[in-house]
């Protein structure tokens, strides 16, 4: 979902007339911090199996990766793209945390799916389960889906950043 709202930011941006050239002048303090993040979240979703590593250790990467995110979210509170991407970081945060490090997926009745390490079949004893992944985007949308309260807060705070930087002059 985060790929079509950044295309789809870009897209307005330039029927605003805006310049994908602006994204330059946007400063974000500890901007590093967020490739860092993305990393971990990476190492923990897609490689620990991989790596033979246990639970304990999927968990503790997974974790650290949102909290690691959360600092320069919180460090660029001024703009409000930025406190939209707080809030969503934490609303997907909270149903991790509590669910072993996997955000609980709720499938529409008939539908089947695989996920990967950091995601789980919601269930009757899933925790969070209103901040799980449980809003269906199904067809004839042409990348269905299942998102959650959190990811439309990060679908729009990224959405706005972009459009603030298309705009942005120095």
Do not use: C
């Amino acid at each position: 979902m985060i790929i079509e709202g950044i295309i789809l930011s870009i897209i307005i941006g330039y029927i605003r007339k805006g310049r994908l050239k602006n994204l330059e002048n946007i400063q974000i303090k500890a901007w590093y911090l967020i490739i860092i993040s993305l990393l971990l979240q990476t190492l923990a979703v897609r490689y620990t199996n991989y790596l033979k590593t246990n639970n304990t250790i999927f968990y503790l990467l997974h974790i650290s990766s949102y909290i690691i995110l959360l600092i320069p979210l919180i460090i660029n509170h001024k703009l409000i793209s930025m406190r939209l991407l707080t809030i969503g970081t934490i609303l997907n945060l909270i149903p991790i945390a509590l669910n072993n490090g996997q955000m609980p997926v709720a499938l529409p009745q008939g539908l089947n799916a695989t996920f990967d390490k950091g995601h789980v079949l919601a269930t009757t004893t899933t925790k969070a389960y209103i901040l799980s992944d449980i809003i269906p985007i199904l067809k004839p949308y042409p990348l269905p889906k299942i998102i959650s309260i959190g990811d439309i807060f990060l679908l729009v705070g990224i959405f706005l950043i972009i459009q603030y930087a298309m705009f942005k002059k120095d």
